[in-house]
């Protein structure tokens, strides 16, 4: 069965204060890991697809890596506007071709 | 605004009662999905369609619920003689047929309370 694991459950940043979120994964045969961050109260919104060990995406202050066992989302100099939760995803590629199956994510408060 | 919309947003009822909620796609998005989602977890996969196929239904979903998606436009969750453990946060999302890029896209979702 998929798994999804992430650390930590929340964490709270001052704002400029650099950290990274980590998602570590067990999946047959992984398709894709994705990123989402969510606002309370409203759904999901994508941030980034990663396919395979070693690539990177970059959008404004989140970076996200990937390897063959986990994935990090590094925040660059927070804003109070990034706190959410951010949930980390993967798609197997069992068959289940569309199914996301998530971590529980990370709360992210960032203060002035 | 061409995002997922699904009605309504807050639902309260009671124990026993039939429930049914909606949810428009994106219009070129020809598949659909449904989550649940409770507090303080991730989504957790219902269902999918593609086009008006439901190709894929979680082994967790119960005979109660039931899922439609007429002429492969937008789609109804009904959940038959509630329970209050059905209460969370139902959320429907669409994609194109390859989430390579743009992964899923989410609706606000409906929150469910069964009293």
């Known amino acids: 069965e998929d798994q999804v694991t992430q650390s930590p459950e929340a964490l709270r940043l001052q704002e400029g204060e650099s950290s990274s979120l980590n998602c570590s994964y067990t999946?047959?045969?992984?398709?894709?890991l994705f990123w989402y961050r969510q606002d309370p109260g409203k759904g999901p919104e994508f941030l980034f697809t990663l396919y395979s060990a070693g690539e990177e995406k970059e959008k404004e202050r989140l970076k996200a890596t990937l390897t063959k066992k986990e994935s990090f989302l590094h925040i660059t100099a927070p804003k109070p506007e990034d706190s959410a939760t951010y949930l980390c995803?993967?798609?197997?590629?069992?068959?289940?071709?569309?199914?996301?199956?998530f971590g529980t994510g990370t709360r992210l408060q960032v203060t002035l | 605004d061409t995002g997922v919309s699904q009605d309504p947003r807050h639902k309260i009822t009671k124990r026993g009662q039939n429930v049914t909620f909606r949810c428009d796609p994106i219009s070129e998005h020809n598949r659909l999905y449904w989550y649940r989602q409770t507090l303080g977890q991730g989504p957790e996969f219902l269902t999918y369609?593609?086009?008006?196929?439901?190709?894929?239904k979680s082994r967790l979903l119960s005979d109660r619920f039931s899922a439609e998606r007429p002429k492969g436009s937008f789609s109804t969750l009904e959940i038959q003689r509630t329970e209050q453990g059905d209460s969370a946060m139902y959320l429907c999302?669409?994609?194109?047929?390859?989430?390579?890029?743009?992964?899923?896209?989410f609706g606000s979702g409906t929150r469910l309370t069964v009293v």
């Open positions: 995803a993967v798609q197997a590629g069992d068959g289940t071709a569309s199914k996301l199956t």
């Open positions: 369609f593609q086009n008006e196929a439901q190709l894929e």
């Open positions: 999302a669409s994609s194109l047929l390859t989430l390579r890029t743009y992964g899923y896209t």
């Open positions: 999946v047959s045969g992984l398709r894709g």
